[in-house]
């Protein structure tokens, strides 16, 4: 009785998982990075000819496609998880409405934003579809913010479908997420009750939580998280990768120590950031265990980057050890190129360096 959905992390199929996880369902994710355009190949083309995320297959083997029919579809499947008020209700109705509106007119904004060449035949014109894209979904957003009833969720007391559609959705097309949590309350209060519950809590803190400066009071557990991040890595290196004995206590204090963490307050990630010689490195990413390849590592990457160009760099640096090859992989794909190789303070590392573009 699996559920295969195929989405990225953070993505229209980000609504559905946390559905799936409402309803308690069993589900296979299949990962496509709209990064690498993975959802342009077409083996996807196979699976959606839309070549858009998400795509659901039900048990029985029935594509969905589109997340609005996504959406119903797994609160017909799965009526005891009440994901829909009942059926002919004022309550249905309001859902179903806002629903459609996300689904039909915020998407198509969002879309415009993310891709603007594909909406004119001039590619000079771009940048002024990208622009009138950014106003139309605070237009949107102000709208839906102005109508929604008293809270905390956005039908009220009770979740329902739309609010996780209003979790993701409101945390997209980059600036918007932050204009919405500047500009509308009640999206916020449906975004702060939403991401709390435990179907949505993990989802929210890999893609949505921010990266915060760690405290002092978070040394201990900073550090029980890379001994827990590294350990698979021991027996691969021979020997404990260095960040297993760095003094976070003293990171910490250097303002070099960077966490997210749960709505409970545990650590599910950390970045460790340095500039040393003139350059800026990437010194440490870790991720707890159960966040393992599921984009909380590449968001905290691209804080880095974004750090390093904030303080005026052209590139940052990393190493790894030089036996860690999934890793040396993973940073190739994010653009790392090597830069060299040598033995440093007992370890045998690699050097890696991305060129940031302005
Ligand atoms: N109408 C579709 C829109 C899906 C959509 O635009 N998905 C985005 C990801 S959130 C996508 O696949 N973008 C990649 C692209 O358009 O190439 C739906 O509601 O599911």
Same mark, same amino acid.
Request: hydrophobic fraction near 45%; proline fraction near 6%; charged fraction near 20%.
């Given at each position: ?12 199929? !980000? ?73 002919? !209700? ?29 909406? !004119? ?15 139309? !979904? ?8 102005? *109508? ?109 120590? *960077? ?85 440093? *303070? ?13």
């Amino acid at each position: 009785m699996t559920w295969t959905l195929f989405g990225d992390w953070n993505s229209g199929a !980000t609504i559905l998982e946390i559905l799936l996880n409402e309803a308690g369902a069993d589900v296979a994710f299949r990962p496509v990075s709209i990064a690498r355009d993975q959802q342009l190949s077409p083996s996807f083309a196979a699976i959606n000819p839309m070549q858009r995320l998400p795509a659901l297959v039900a048990p029985d083997g029935t594509l969905v496609t589109e997340s609005l029919a996504g959406m119903l579809v797994l609160a017909e499947h799965f009526p005891d998880a009440r994901l829909l008020p009942p059926a002919a !209700t004022p309550a249905r109705a309001t859902a179903l409405r806002w629903m459609a509106f996300l689904a039909g007119e915020l998407y198509g904004a969002v879309g415009r934003f993310d891709y603007p060449e594909r909406y !004119t035949t001039d590619p000079a014109g771009a940048p002024a579809v990208r622009e009138s894209a950014v106003a139309e !979904t605070r237009r949107l957003w102000a709208l839906l913010d102005r *109508h929604l009833g008293a809270g905390p969720y956005a039908l009220g007391e009770t979740f329902s479908a739309l609010d996780a559609q209003i979790l993701v959705m409101s945390r997209w097309s980059n600036g918007p997420a932050v204009w919405v949590d500047a500009h509308c309350p009640r999206i916020v209060e449906v975004v702060r009750a939403t991401a709390a519950r435990p179907s949505a809590a993990a989802i929210w803190t890999r893609n949505y939580a921010p990266i915060r400066p760690a405290r002092t009071d978070e040394a201990d557990a900073v550090a029980s998280l890379v001994e827990a991040a590294y350990a698979p890595w021991v027996a691969v290196v021979g020997q404990r990768p260095g960040p297993m004995d760095d003094d976070y206590a003293a990171r910490i204090a250097r303002g070099e120590a *960077h966490v997210v963490a749960e709505p409970s307050g545990a650590l599910a990630g950390l970045v460790v950031i340095e500039e040393k010689g003139g350059a800026f490195w990437l010194d440490n990413v870790a991720t707890a265990p159960a966040y393992a390849g599921k984009g909380l590592g590449r968001r905290l990457i691209r804080f880095a980057e974004a750090e390093a160009r904030r303080r005026g760099h052209g590139a940052i640096r990393l190493y790894t050890h030089q036996r860690m090859e999934r890793n040396i992989a993973l940073y190739q794909g994010l653009g790392y190129a090597e830069i060299g190789r040598g033995v440093e *303070h007992g370890f045998a590392r690699v050097f890696m360096e991305k060129r940031l573009a302005g």
